[in-house]
């Protein structure tokens, strides 16, 4: 019974973590995966506060440029030897940013402007 009940606790602790948004110096960080040749997801709402990263898992290289200017990552290289089953290879770039304001904040690609992305800020 004992066993039980400390598997219980265990269950409610992990299931109260929140899972997809680590929280790190910078409050709640939300991950949006680059994959060719979009972002996902493509629009995200967050508290103002937190971080948003972006993770290149797509073979090209992109950006994350908002649209007004507000940030631009620079090119994100993708990694190499992703699938292969001997490892090696190299980690693909990451870009991070925290938003401190409320807002609608609009973004793209540079080097692909279809790929578009929408972060939303609540106070």
Known sequence: MRRYRWLCALAVGVAGC????????????????????????ASVTIPAGSTVRWSNNGP???TSTEDAGAWNSGSMSPGSGVGNPYGG????????RQFTTAGTFTYHCTIHP????TIVVTP
Do not use: N
């Open 89 to 96: 290879g190299t980690t693909p770039s990451s870009f991070a």
């Open 60 to 62: 090209s290289a992109h």
């Open 18 to 41: 929140g899972g997809s948004t680590p929280t790190g110096s910078g409050g709640p960080v939300t991950q949006v995966t680059i994959v060719d040749y979009f972002f996902s997801p």
């Open 114 to 117: 279809a790929m578009t992305g």
